[in-house]
């Protein structure tokens, strides 16, 4: 299919405007097809100009609502609502719902459901345990690597006093504020999470977290 542009250019070179379309309807095959493709390509090019408008309005707002939710301290908890609100509470009413059928009506089958229920809640939980569990690896040689390049000869000797608690509150800093504040975490021994992260000044979001 030729591109909307090359119609058109065609069809304005051919004298075929929608006046002339009128004109020449009914006269011969040819004229009627280039009626219907010239049509097609004006209104092709039409869409185009109204969806590129609207791309602009969507694009604009969607940007301005995520510079108003910038990540920071108080926000920076992460949540996937169709796991923590959805799979998790339908998970955990089976547990309680197989448990109550159980002791209405004991038997083998209905202990093993109960059993079931358990084991497939468990192992929607340890799910998302190992993938943060891998998270934290990966946080762990990110902030090593960071650390590397911007401390001082003699605070890179102390990378590996910095536990793994600290070095995941530590990552939300910039890397302006990241070697005094990387200091005063070890020198005042702080490895309260909360209270490492409140001191970031200058907080860099983190947005690929699982």
């Known amino acids: 299919m030729l591109p909307a542009g090359l119609l058109l250019a065609y069809c304005k070179r051919a004298s075929l405007s929608e006046k002339g379309f009128r004109r020449r309807r009914g006269r011969t095959p040819v004229a009627r ?30 940007t301005e609502g995520i510079m108003a939710e910038q990540q920071n301290f108080k926000n920076h908890a992460k949540l996937v609502p169709a796991f923590h609100f959805f799979v998790l509470p339908v998970l955990l009413v089976n547990v309680g719902w197989t448990l109550r059928l159980a002791i209405r ?19 929607f939980a340890l799910a998302r345990n190992f993938a943060l569990r891998v998270q934290d690896r990966v946080i762990r040689l990110e902030m ?23 070095l995941i509150s530590l ?4 890397d302006a504020e990241l070697p005094a504040l990387a200091r005063k975490v070890l020198d005042e021994k702080t490895t309260d999470r909360a209270a490492i992260k409140k001191q970031v000044t200058n907080w860099q979001a ?4 699982a």
Do not use: W
């Open 144 to 166: 090593q690597l960071r650390l590397e390049r911007l401390l001082s000869a003699e605070m890179r000797a102390r990378i590996p006093e910095f536990t793994l608690g600290q």
């Open 33 to 62: 097809m280039n009626l219907i493709v010239c049509g097609l390509a004006s209104t092709q090019q039409t869409l185009r100009r109204k969806g590129g408008r609207i791309r602009a309005r969507t694009g604009s707002t969607h």
């Open 171 to 174: 990552r939300f800093a910039s």
């Open 105 to 123: 009506d004991y038997s083998a089958f209905s202990v093993f459901r109960v059993v079931l229920a358990l084991a497939l809640f468990l192992g």
């Open 206 to 209: 983190d947005n690929l977290r």
